[in-house]
């Protein structure tokens, strides 16, 4: 949204945020009031918002989405329904992400637990799914599991840097951050669309793109594990500064 120039215009786009601020305040003040209260085993349902609920759906795409990764695994290797599926899942899970954030701010119920929620979603969805999947697909050495759990980490540290930082970071009109710090979780989903093109051109275990070293040995390594390296990498940096849609 353009900013207005004069006075009046100021004034007014300050009356507006902070009456939006006052309404998203006093929903996490309900939120947490209904979780510190003792009302039962399942009292916690209560408070979570319509958002929170579309923010579960992005973590159980991601679920899904490993259970899949992992009937693959134990099923016959000339059967792809399951890698499909467990690569299918993880665009579901953007969907969701997407859908949470656009219901909290339309019914103006911001809340510190869908915080919370979001990113351990999305690290289920966008860390731990993607890692799986490759897996799956043939990156099962010992160094290439290692590579991957590296990737897992920088996903989970960025999403809690994320938490930490996110009221520091510079707002717009709106009140949403100009840029993320680092690649977002989410746009591992660029590695998804590679192991899809793998797939469905059978490049697959053995037949892995750029092969593999030191096979046999205790120091075998798919060299294309390296992506998830570098993707974990831009993750965590702080120099790269992603702008907001």
Not at 39 to 48: E, K, P, T, V
């Amino acid at each position: 949204m353009s900013r207005r120039a004069g006075a009046a215009a100021d004034k007014a786009a300050s009356s507006v945020s902070s009456g939006a601020d006052s309404v998203v305040k006093n929903s996490q003040d309900k939120q947490k009031m209904l979780l510190e209260q003792e009302m039962g085993h399942f009292s916690m349902i209560r408070a979570l918002h319509l958002a929170d609920l579309i923010t579960a759906m992005n973590g159980f795409c991601g679920f899904m989405s490993v259970l899949s990764a992992m009937r693959y695994c134990i099923g016959a290797p000339e059967d792809l329904s399951n890698m499909w599926l467990a690569l299918g899942f993880m665009p579901f899970g953007l969907f969701f992400d997407f859908m949470d954030g656009k219901v909290a701010r339309w019914r103006h119920k911001s809340s510190l637990m869908g915080q919370e929620l979001d990113s351990l979603a999305d690290l289920i969805s966008f860390g731990v799914a993607p890692a799986a999947s490759a897996f799956a697909l043939g990156l099962r050495s010992t160094l290439d599991t290692l590579f991957l759990s590296f990737f897992v980490l920088c996903a989970l540290t960025r999403l809690a840097r994320f938490n930490v930082t996110v009221s520091s970071l510079p707002k717009d009109a709106t009140g949403k951050s100009k840029y993320f710090e680092g690649f977002p979780a989410p746009t591992s989903l660029s590695i998804v669309a590679m192991m899809s093109f793998c797939l469905f051109n059978g490049k697959v275990l053995d037949q892995v793109p750029a092969g593999v070293l030191a096979e046999g040995s205790l120091l075998e390594i798919h060299p294309i594990v390296g992506v998830f390296v570098l993707w974990g990498c831009a993750m965590v940096s702080r120099t790269i500064k992603v702008p907001k849609p």
